[in-house]
């Protein structure tokens, strides 16, 4: 294959695990690996949980000027802000999915590309928020905020997280994309993920898949993983990623500048 785009996720990948605040930034050697992919004439784009404002953050420090997937592929976004994909979920199953952590007495998130709304305060929505570059609200109502929903959320625990998953995916089959991370279970449209993201911007970019790499390390970058020619995973990347990954990359906080710069070569 020749490699004619590669596609980043942020939070585990470009930042490195354990630096996902909004103070944290690309390391350096990442940075000097995709300036070399950008003047080789290799896009490079990135794939991401994060809203817009936390998305386009790091974009500019890596001085990237391509379109941003957010919000798991919920959204995509040109540098300035303007979005020119978006994939709402259906309202009613969202409403379902609010209910269903209401009858369970755990906390619930309800949001579009540019609002966060959450039941209550909590470390899980603090940090998205920090990640995010956005203020998140807290309402127990967000089915009447007026906001029309790319998705919902449960906030559980690494506990319950699975079983909420696998019940959620038992309900409602092929009518959600029902993402299992391990503080909370997020509910989009069977079409927003990030590979489908990724191939609506290689279509405009006439770029085929098979000249795609990509890399990420989350049940959020699997869709990715699998649609791109080359799907490489970090080495700490969870099942998901894993699995929908051609190879795994060494360990390490190197090992991503290092693959990068082999790109290049």
Not at 163 to 169: D, S
């Amino acid at each position: 294959m020749g490699v004619k785009l590669v596609a980043l996720d942020i939070d585990g990948t470009v930042i490195p695990p354990g630096h996902g605040g909004s103070d944290h930034s690309p390391p350096a050697a990442v940075r000097e690996a995709v300036r070399k992919l950008t003047a080789a004439g290799i896009p490079v784009v990135l794939a991401s949980g994060r809203m817009f404002p936390g998305t386009v953050r790091v974009a500019r420090e890596l001085r990237l000027i391509t379109p941003l997937v957010c919000q798991q592929g919920c959204s995509v976004h040109r540098i300035d802000g303007e979005m020119v994909h978006v994939f709402p979920i259906e309202r009613r199953l969202a409403v379902d999915i609010i209910n269903f952590a209401r009858e369970r007495g755990l906390d619930y998130e309800w949001f579009n590309p540019v609002r966060y709304i959450a039941s209550r305060p909590s470390a899980a929505t603090r940090r998205y928020g920090e990640v995010s570059g956005i203020e998140p609200e807290y309402r127990p109502d967000p089915e009447f905020s007026g906001v029309v929903p790319t998705g919902a959320g449960i906030i559980s625990d690494a506990e319950q997280a699975g079983g909420i998953h696998r019940e959620l995916v038992g309900r409602y089959g092929e009518r959600l994309h029902v993402l299992d991370f391990p503080e909370v279970t997020v509910a989009v449209a069977p079409e927003a993920n990030k590979g489908h993201a990724l191939s609506l911007i290689c279509a405009d970019y006439g770029i085929d898949r098979d000249d795609v790499v990509a890399v990420g390390d989350s049940v959020n970058d699997a869709a990715m993983l699998a649609w791109a020619g080359l799907g490489a995973a970090m080495a700490h990347a969870d099942p998901y990623a894993r699995d929908a990954a051609d190879l795994i990359l060494e360990p390490g906080e190197d090992a991503l500048a290092a693959f990068l710069e082999s790109l290049v070569r």
